[in-house]
């Protein structure tokens, strides 16, 4: 990337700063959740990323489809707290889920099928280097913007980490596309380190790092800041002598002062054993990558994504009889401050715009339907987002951290049922998960059925009517958004 250079700040600048975001504080460090599928692990030979965005506060899930931009020659990029980032004026195209008015919460599929999101991943580093204020909530944009693999999205990552510095404490960024996935570690300060999904294996990611082993002259697997290993070393976090060969996530994580209550442990325990169909011990020691038991399906990373250690000595509600399992001493996957999950499906092999495909969720996985999108597709159907859909950048900062717009027009908005449905179970889900399950499962599965016999059927019906077959395509997802908000309406009533 040419033209990177920091630029005496602007006026525009100057709002933006009024507007810039407020750490959410420690509560903040313990969620979210993501599965990294390598496309020989998967069933259809998809690279799958399953994703549980968990956010505290008041939020608002805010979805759209912003087509590709040209500002001319060159773009400046305010990254929010002083820096700014030349680049070229140029920005791909992306189907964006955000979350008002969070930092670090925002999901992006771009026009080139990579996809990006996050999972908190706090570390040892209090001092890291920033430049104006470093970068932070704008990192996942410029990846969706600018990446045309993953691999360009993990280099252009760790350029601007090493540019400006990170800001937060430390995060994990999946990155994935149709070929390859990647999980990048960013460290708080100008370090980072990436590793690639092996194809036959799968990534399980809490809220902790999970890289282990690091070849940094092994660029095909291993990408990161040349000193990472040396940097840790002066800071007394790593002793070759002591330690024997460096570990990545030993160095850098918070050590965990108690593996039951930490948030993280038994998710990360919880997402190998049914990846792989064998127990684990409660421990540290995890892999960063293991082979799934069976090829993975987009049906398996649903499950997961609504487990709540069901079944197993953790299962704190002891059958939901206790109370909502989304809000126990021990943190489950799926859990009260998930916002909503996400799995991408990313295959070479199909056409475009199947090759790229989603099912979502607008709130908790376990309360509400998995629905369909194709994030290809120029128009999306009423209710699941507002704001404009041309490229903003001044305007897509303020309405995001200064979501007023937001919060008076979220009423109209799928999500606000959903949560107004998802709040209402939780006051007593075992007398009302059974129910909700019964009508929302068989709508799933003729979902599913559908979108199978729909794709099917796609290649022919494109090569005699283009227009009529992308048009098939926009129409089954506004129908699935359609007998969703029906669901949901019955739902609350009857129950």
């Known amino acids: 990337m040419k033209h990177n250079r920091i630029h005496i700040l602007t006026t525009a600048l100057a ?36 994703h549980n965005e ?21 773009r400046l990029v305010e990254l929010g707290e002083g820096a700014v980032y030349e680049t070229d004026g140029k920005t791909a195209g992306f189907f964006w889920v955000e979350v008002a008015p969070q930092e670090f919460s925002d999901a992006f599929v771009n026009d080139y099928g990579v996809v990006v999101v996050s999972d908190s991943c706090p570390t040892r580093e209090k001092k890291g280097e920033l430049i104006d204020g470093g970068i932070g909530y704008m990192l996942r944009r410029l990846i969706a913007e600018k990446a045309r693999t993953a ?28 070929n390859e996935a990647w999980a990048l570690g960013a460290v708080q300060g100008r370090r980072w380190i990436a590793q690639r999904v092996p194809d036959d294996e799968v990534a399980i990611i809490p809220n902790h790092m999970t890289i282990r082993q690091i ?32 570990d990545f996530k030993k160095a850098y994580t918070i050590p965990s002062k108690d593996l039951l209550a930490d948030h993280n442990t038994l998710r990360h325990w919880r997402g190998l054993t049914l990846m792989t169909g064998r127990e684990w011990p409660i421990g540290e020691d995890y892999p960063f990558a293991v082979k799934p038991a069976e090829k993975v399906t987009v049906e398996k990373l649903m499950a997961v994504l609504r487990d709540h250690h069901e079944g197993t000595p953790y299962d704190a509600t002891d059958g939901y009889k206790t109370g909502t399992p989304n809000q126990t001493k021990f943190r489950t ?11 991408a499906s990313l295959n070479a092999a199909k056409s475009e715009p199947l090759a790229v495909s989603l099912w979502m969720t607008l709130g908790k996985p376990d309360t509400t339907v998995f629905l369909p999108f194709y994030p290809a597709l ?10 404009p859909l041309e490229h903003d950048d001044a305007t897509f900062y303020r309405q995001h951290f200064q979501d007023a717009d937001f919060k008076a027009g979220r ?67 506004a129908d699935a958004l359609k007998r969703t908000m029906l669901l949901t309406k019955t739902l609350r009533e009857i129950l």
């Not at 933006?16 to 599965?35: E, Q």
């Not at 290993?229 to 024997?244: H, L, Q, R, S, V």
């Not at 059974?434 to 059925?449: H, T």
Request: glycine share 10%; aromatic share 8%; with cysteine.
């Open 378 to 387: 120029e128009r999306l159907p009423e209710g699941l987002g507002m704001g």
């Open 333 to 343: 996957i799926c859990t009260m401050t998930t916002v909503n999950a996400l799995i």
């Open 54 to 74: 968990d956010d505290w506060g008041d939020n608002t899930v805010n979805i759209r489809r912003i087509p590709a931009h040209d500002y001319g020659e060159v």
């Open 411 to 477: 009423g109209a908005l799928l999500t606000a049922r959903v949560l107004d449905l998802e709040n209402y179970v939780n006051a007593d889900y075992g007398a009302r998960i059974g129910a909700l399950k019964k009508e929302r499962d068989p709508i799933e599965r003729e979902m599913k059925e559908g979108r199978a016999k729909l794709e099917a059927g796609f290649a022919e019906a494109y090569a005699q009517d283009p227009l009529k077959a992308l048009a098939s395509l926009e129409d089954f997802v």
């Open 151 to 178: 691999r360009e999205g993990v280099l252009l990552a760790g350029q601007l980490i090493e540019t400006f510095g990170y800001r937060g404490s430390g995060r994990t960024y999946a990155i994935a596309d149709k």
């Open 215 to 246: 070849r940094l002259d092994d660029p095909a697997d291993f990408l990161g800041s040349k000193d990472i290993i040396a940097y840790a070393a002066a800071n007394g976090w790593y002793d070759e002598n002591k330690d024997g060969a460096f």
């Open 15 to 50: 709002v933006m700063i009024a507007a810039a975001p407020v750490s959410a504080g420690k509560a903040g460090d313990f969620a979210c959740f993501t599965v990294l599928v390598g496309r020989n692990a998967s069933a259809d030979g998809s690279v799958l990323l399953a």
